[in-house]
């Protein structure tokens, strides 16, 4: 059975969905992958997605969502760094990956956030097929 993973954030606009992105181009369909906001917004940031689409991954097709939009029971649940308090979510591990916002500032800001989240997703997989998660 897949494990059901989510990231989360406060819009829903970057990290998260930098997260869901990475996880769904590396982990090779072996994972139900969600990303949501603590908040309403109205879509990803574009240069989020342009510097995902330098990296190979598409996320054309991808939204900004709350929380109230995915399962409420998770496997995992990965917050970005941003501060947000999430409500009660039932899942089986929570981790938290302190990360800056790059929003408002230069590309180049998107582009570390973008390598550092796919690091962080590699390490992840590797956990999870070697059952540390």
Request: with cysteine.
């Amino acid at each position: 059975m897949k494990k059901v993973i989510a990231f989360v954030c406060i819009h829903n606009s970057c990290r998260s969905q930098m997260g869901e992105g990475w996880l769904n181009f590396l982990g090779n369909d072996n994972f139900e992958v969600y990303s949501a906001g603590t908040e309403e917004y109205p879509a990803p940031k574009p240069l989020a997605v342009e510097v995902m689409e330098d990296a190979g991954v598409n996320m054309s097709n991808h939204y900004s969502k709350l929380l109230s939009d995915i399962p409420q029971e998770l496997d995992i649940l990965i917050t970005m760094g941003c501060g947000v308090e999430c409500p009660y979510v039932p899942t089986k591990h929570r981790e938290d990956w302190g990360l800056e916002d790059p929003s408002g500032g230069p590309k180049k800001g998107f582009e570390v956030t973008r390598d550092i989240i796919k690091e962080k997703v590699i390490d992840l997989i590797k956990r999870i097929e070697n059952d540390k998660l």
